[in-house]
């Protein structure tokens, strides 16, 4: 209701309500003000103080390690350390305090010959009321600046990531950098490998595990790493890869990409050349390649548990095969049929191709799917996330004839790993780790029979003492394998390239019960050593497992001829 | 306190509106908003160069942009002070409805200007940011509803007040936007308080929060870790708190000169969030203290014209409406002395933006209409 003031006036409002009077609202208004007020002048008073009193330093020098510079340690499976932290400074400075800015920045000069005499002056002629240095220096240049003996230099004590062991399993680890930095400490970030895949693990240093234990092992890792790098050398490959996995778990003992980089000093993605030519790429993972030869024991595994053939069975190999108006032929001509061991002996396409038409196109991508050809590996690195292998969409006669002899499919190395041992275990699908002890054993999911696994593996070990790995000495290792030798694709011209090859030689060892896989892979290498050149992996690849074969198994506790 | 239905009549019948205004309105609070805005002027001199000359303008671009929202803002104040207060709450049930349903718009049709937050709505070349405009309208809406059910026992005044708060506490959450619904919820407390809450409740209500807050804590890691920083010993230099200590630090009380400071140039929010320690920097302490004595007569005026008033709503709606107000400054001085952990929110009046300043004028147009002098109805008390 509105009175002729234009304002209200509400009868209700005339009788105060018993429990609620006018004196208890102005007391409420009251304390409430008083509040505002009071916070008000201290607001107030707070900023007299700090203004008052310039030198009583807020920021403060003291190491105060509290939650941002913890990080586990990783391990290798025998509890060596791969990365771990150790406490160094940064250096810092308050411009204003220091007294003879020109000494101090030609004595800073001196200390950090690196830097330009330029660099500290404008630091420390700005009007900054803070500056950063330097963001780690050793002990030594500690001293040298406190013996400058000016005010104003400060210390910040940070935990940083070193790599003990340098460049080896430098791709699986990948490598970190500092995050936030601060005067009491600094953020350690993965940026690659299982330091960024474990980056949350690693940082929760409080949550009972005290370290990462990797399924590496690091003496394993650093001969193989040796001996590719050796091998790549003589035969002047381009680079290399190498996976050790044990059959039965999908551990990977060993991880290794050539060329290589120091996670100490982890390079920057160089973007003008071709990334997969970086030293940060990883081969085994990132890579991926037709491998060629190395399929057709994929072709023939399942013919033989689908029992279309047998081991004895003749296959035509009159050649050329014309598929889809594509030939399809042999490296050589091996008369009018073998049988299908000696297809996979002597590495026939035709062969291959007339068992992959027993089985069918469906069954044979089914198939690979199962071995996980066709998809992403669950591997825990960051990289293999975003790799996928590439195959055709539609498997006709011609996609599945190529595929069957690994043409037309590219996959990494991990996957030509993890397909391997799923055949020579006992036929049972393993997922790659990295991880020890992780393994899921409980649930086995069979592929094909314990008998067609038995029977795979012998037929490799036929590869090794009569086929195309004959060659080559194993150190007295019974050894089985088998070789693919695949020209890579013009990416330029189209088509492939007659000159430049992947050579791969995926191996099983000890044959009897083959606990591990070993995958070498070589990206364009070429045997000169004798009066000929040879490109093939019977030549390249084969050689250089054979010795890392010879060199590792006595560390994995084998016997020779067993 | 029954002096003025003692006052000769003639004094609310004015021929003119104007006139009559001049007569009734609270001089002091305008003269020190007044105050602010040119202050705020000042600083913007100082503090916006940075912003102008990283987006390509002249150097006062931003002091000139600044200028003409400050008369928008200050033709509001005018406008909605010179109207009865219940004109007032017409239109601002309408602007609630309205602001309301562009808040709930913001999920679908706003825009995310590099922070992470949702929180502008944009449209022909304008941003606009509803919560801020809200602010009055929503004060308004809860002080009506609430004074619906102290006048009449029947209505649950308070519990639908509560609902409407609930709702837009949860907007503002989803965007997210912690500090502004902890704000909203501020203020329906404080005008629930004054509107005769129970002790009792109160606490336990009280209570809840802080529980709620906990866990808001404990949940999210972005809030927390502006907590963490907050209670850590030290500052880090490197952090938005430390370049605002080390800027009061080093003004002192005179500042370091104009033009002179080094803050401005470092801290993406100098224009805004912490223009207080632009302002400590360059023109010194003192100036602060102005600002804060400006913040004290607005709020200590209004309280105390509020003491004698009877109207359930009018007392609502000015208490809600000037803790709006004291609230937003409190927070904004409180994170750059460090008496609070770091939480953007503009300083009235002061900091740059159009949103902010015209809503804040609705505000205080709110304000001035609810502490204008009108005769009472009981003289008894």
Redesign the interface.
């Known amino acids: 209701m ?2 002729e ?6 009868p ?3 009788n ?2 018993e ?8 007391f ?3 304390a ?2 008083t509040a ?2 009071l ?6 008073t ?3 103080i ?5 030198d ?1 330093k ?3 020098t ?1 190491a ?1 390690l ?2 941002i510079s913890g990080r586990k340690d990783i391990e290798d499976r025998r509890g060596k350390l791969l990365a771990t932290n150790i406490t160094v400074n940064a250096l810092y400075a308050h411009p204003h305090e220091i007294i003879d800015k020109n000494k101090v920045v030609i004595e800073l000069a001196n200390i950090f010959p690196d830097l330009e005499l330029q660099f500290f002056r404008d630091k420390l002629m700005s ?4 500056v950063w240095l330097r963001k780690t220096i050793s002990p030594k240049q500690q001293q040298s600046v406190k013996d400058i003996g000016q005010p104003g230099l400060y210390f910040g004590p940070r935990e940083m990531r070193v790599y003990p062991n340098g460049k080896i399993a430098s791709h699986a680890l990948g490598g970190s950098r500092f995050g936030n ?4 400490g600094a953020e350690v970030i993965g940026t690659a490998g299982v330091e960024l895949y474990f980056d949350k693990f690693l940082r929760k240093i409080n949550d009972g595990d005290s370290k990462l234990e990797l399924s590496i092992d690091v003496t394993i890792q650093s001969l193989i790493e040796q001996i590719l790098k050796d091998g790549i050398g003589l035969m002047g490959a381009k680079g290399g890869s190498v996976v050790l996995m044990e059959s039965k778990t999908g551990e990977i003992l060993s991880l290794a990409s050539f060329p290589e980089f120091d996670p100490n000093r982890r390079p920057k993605n160089l973007f003008k050349d071709d990334p997969a030519n970086s030293p940060i790429f990883n081969r085994a993972v990132q890579g991926i390649y037709e491998l060629g030869s190395v399929f057709k024991i994929f072709t023939v595994a399942l013919a033989l548990d689908e029992k279309v053939v047998e081991l004895g069975t003749k296959v035509n190999t009159k050649g050329p095969l014309r598929i889809g108006g594509r030939r399809i032929s042999d490296h050589k001509y091996f008369g009018p049929s073998l049988t299908v061991e000696e297809v996979i002996v002597k590495s026939s396409n035709i062969g291959t191709v007339r068992i992959a038409n027993k089985i069918g196109s469906v069954r044979l991508k089914e198939f690979y799917k199962q071995l996980g050809l066709l998809e992403k590996t669950s591997l825990e690195l960051p990289e293999s996330k975003l790799i996928v292998p590439q195959f055709p969409k539609k498997w006709k006669s011609l996609e599945t004839a190529t595929a069957s002899y690994g043409h037309g499919i590219a996959v990494s190395p991990i996957h030509l790993a993890v397909a391997y041992s799923s055949l020579v275990n006992g036929g049972y699908k393993v997922e790659p780790t990295l991880l020890k002890n992780q393994a899921k054993v409980e649930s086995r999911s069979f592929i094909i029979s314990e008998t067609t696994s038995q029977l795979v593996r012998s037929l490799l070990g036929q590869v090794v003492v009569k086929g195309t790995a004959k060659e080559s000495n194993f150190g007295g290792y019974n050894v089985g394998g088998k070789t693919g030798t695949a020209e890579k694709p013009d990416p330029i011209r189209g088509g492939y390239y007659e000159d430049k090859v992947i050579s791969t030689f995926a191996s099983v060892f000890p044959i009897s019960t083959a606990d591990y896989v070993l995958v070498v892979t070589l990206d364009e290498p070429e045997n000169n050593l004798g009066s000929e050149s040879f490109r093939y992996a019977s030549k390249t690849a084969v050689p250089i497992s054979a010795k890392m074969i010879s060199r590792i198994a006595p560390l994995l506790g084998l016997k020779t001829n067993e | 306190m029954t002096d003025i239905i003692f006052r000769p009549r003639s004094e ?1 019948f004015e021929e003119s509106e104007l006139p009559r205004w001049w007569k009734t309105v609270d001089r002091w609070s305008l003269f020190s908003l007044v105050g602010l805005f040119l202050s705020g002027l000042l600083l913007g001199m100082a503090a916006s160069a940075p912003l102008a000359e990283a987006n390509g303008q002249q150097a006062f671009y931003y002091v000139n942009r600044q200028f003409m929202y400050g008369a928008l803002s200050f033709t509001c104040i005018l406008g909605l002070s010179i109207l ?3 004109e007032n709450r017409r239109i601002a049930l309408i602007g609630f409805l309205v602001t309301f349903m562009l808040l709930c718009a913001l999920p679908i049709f706003g825009t995310d200007h590099g922070k992470g937050a949702v929180r502008w709505l944009s449209f022909f070349g304008f941003s606009l940011q509803p919560s801020e405009f809200l602010k009055p309208f929503f004060v308004v809406a809860i002080a009506w509803v609430i004074s619906a059910g ?2 009449d026992k029947n209505i649950p005044g308070t519990a639908i007040s509560f609902v409407i708060t609930l709702l837009i506490v949860s907007l503002l959450i989803m965007q997210p936007d912690f500090g502004q619904a902890a704000l909203f919820l501020s203020i329906w407390t ?1 005008v629930y ?2 509107s ?1 809450a129970s002790y009792r409740l109160l606490v336990g209500f009280i209570f809840l929060t802080s529980i709620g807050g906990f866990m808001t804590y404990m949940n999210s890691e972005h809030f927390a870790r502006r907590i ?1 920083g907050f209670l ?7 952090t938005q708190l ?1 370049f605002a ?9 005179f500042g370091v000169g104009l033009g ?1 400071g ?1 803050i401005k140039w ?1 801290l993406p929010d100098a224009h805004t969030d912490f223009i207080i320690a632009v302002a ?1 920097e360059e023109y ?2 003192l100036i ?2 102005l600002i ?1 004595i400006f ?2 007569i607005i ?2 005026r209004s ?2 014209l ?2 004698d008033e ?4 009018i ?1 609502n709606c000015g ?1 809600g409406s000037i ?1 709006f107000f ?1 609230f937003q ?2 927070i904004n ?2 994170v750059s ?3 609070l952990p770091a939480k953007g929110m503009t300083l009235p009046f002061i900091s740059y933006g159009g949103s902010s300043l015209v809503a804040s004028g609705f505000l205080m147009g709110l304000l001035l209409a609810c502490t204008r002098r ?2 009472q ?2 003289v008894n ?1």
């Open positions: 509105e009175n003031f234009g304002s209200i006036v509400h209700g409002n005339v105060e309500p429990n609620y009077k006018l004196s208890n609202f102005r409420r208004l009251i409430i003000l505002f007020v916070v008000f002048c201290l607001i107030g707070q900023m007299i700090m203004a008052m009193n310039p009583s807020i920021i403060q003291e105060n509290g939650e009007k900054k009321p803070f930095e601060r005067v009491d | 609310f009865s207060v219940q102290q006048k404080i308080f004054v005769g963490d850590s010993p030290d500052v880090d230099p490197r430390g200590t080390n800027s009061i630090q080093e003004g002192g009380l002179e080094v470092r400590a010194g302490v602060c203290i804060i913040f004290i709020v200590g309280f105390i509020l003491l009877r109207d359930y709503f007392r208490v803790s004291a400054a409190i001085l409180g002395v460090r008496l009108r005769p109805g009981n008390q």
